[in-house]
């Protein structure tokens, strides 16, 4: 008797599971159904909410929409969408974003806090919609996730993703849980070069950086002759690499046009233009960190790393006193500070070499 009700109970439950199950599926088999159409009905809502945070998006098109089988995430093919991240000027909509594959995804039930995965995604900026401190304009191939946003507001949630992608490219710094990785396209010398930006994980914060590798054809590619702790600091630097590349090649430029015949006033002439050039863009901090790890290059004699340690400090000092960068040439050939040849540094005394 207890083996027959046994039974029973057991029958029963798989009825019941049996019916979930399929009431489940139903409820999945009609959310799927209904799930493009609705979005495509919310978008004029969602667009509507994300202009007055600075995001504009129009001729929004995607290919496929997919629902979890556990109805706690979505999953959008081929996205397409016209954007302007500067809703309020009377350029509109130039820009394109694409995307192969964009997920939602619900983490936190109860709080409706999740995240969201993007992958092949590609993305070409106006000249109208490209922030002054982003020295590019497409990325290829990328990949970005984003974690612990409000998806239950998506305005918030929006802003959010907006908040975070602007400290990762214009501070370089941005706290919580952020990924990104793909290239970028740098226009050299007119020519597009291909580099891989991807960010690297402090503790609690992500910072982007460049692939040495890359970097290192690029500056190969202009003629550039930069040791290792160069290529890192560029790498370091990737909001910063494309005028710290232009900058290196000015200087060396101008060296060789106005010093062609002499090695070492070219020698001072592109130290001091070098230093002069990257402080005026990126503070004396900066550039002294750049210039001093020039002269980790082997070989250098002691007078010789001196006399550039010195004279990448005059650079710094003629920003500090105004000096216009197209008196530099005679300033470098006239001025008694400047040292023009590693034998002067014998000369100069300790007291007067700076560093």
């Known amino acids: 008797m207890h083996r027959q009700s046994s039974k029973v109970h057991t029958h029963r439950l798989l009825i019941l599971l049996l019916l979930v199950g399929s009431l489940w599926a139903l409820v999945w088999i009609l959310t799927s159904a209904l799930a493009p159409s609705l979005a495509r009905e919310a978008l004029p809502r969602l667009q509507a909410r994300l202009e007055p945070i600075g995001i504009g998006l129009s001729d929004v098109a995607f290919s496929g929409l997919r629902i ?6 979505l999953e959008l093919s081929d996205l397409e969408a016209r954007l302007d991240l500067n809703p309020r000027d009377r350029i509109q909509l130039r820009s394109q974003l694409d995307i192969a594959t964009l997920e939602v995804r619900l983490t936190h039930p109860f709080s409706l806090r999740g995240a969201i995965q993007a992958t092949g995604v590609e993305v070409r900026l106006d000249s109208s919609d490209r922030p002054p401190q982003l020295p590019f304009d497409r990325f290829t191939n990328v990949r970005l996730a984003i974690g612990d946003l409000p998806l239950g507001d998506p305005r918030q949630a929006a802003n959010t993703i907006r908040e975070k992608l602007k400290a990762l490219f214009f501070e370089n710094h941005a706290v919580g849980e952020v990924a990104f990785s793909g290239d970028v396209i740098l226009v050299i010398d007119g020519v597009d070069r291909v580099a891989t930006l991807y960010t690297e994980r402090a503790g ?11 970097i290192r054809a690029i500056a190969q590619a202009k003629g550039l002759d930069l040791v290792p702790e160069q290529i890192e600091i560029v790498s370091l630097y990737p909001l910063r690499a494309p005028v710290l590349l232009m900058l290196t090649d000015q200087a060396r430029t101008l060296a060789t046009q106005y010093a062609p015949d002499d090695v070492w006033l070219q020698d001072a002439m592109r130290h001091v233009i070098w230093s002069f050039l990257l402080t005026r863009a990126f503070g004396p901090t900066f550039a002294t960190t750049v210039t001093d790890a020039q002269e ?6 002691p007078d010789e790393r001196a006399m550039d340690y010195h004279n990448n400090a005059i650079g710094r000092r003629f920003v500090a006193e105004n000096v216009p960068l197209a008196a530099l040439p ?17 000369h ?8």
Do not use: C, M, Y
């Open 348 to 355: 100069f005394g300790a007291d007067r070499l700076l560093r």
């Open 68 to 73: 979890s089988p556990w109805l706690n995430g």
């Open 204 to 214: 609690e914060t992500f910072k982007l950086r460049f692939r040495e590798d890359d």
């Open 330 to 346: 005679n300033r470098v050939r006239s001025d008694p500070d400047v040292i023009r040849h590693p034998d002067e540094v014998e």
């Open 296 to 301: 980790l290059r082997p070989g250098n004699t």
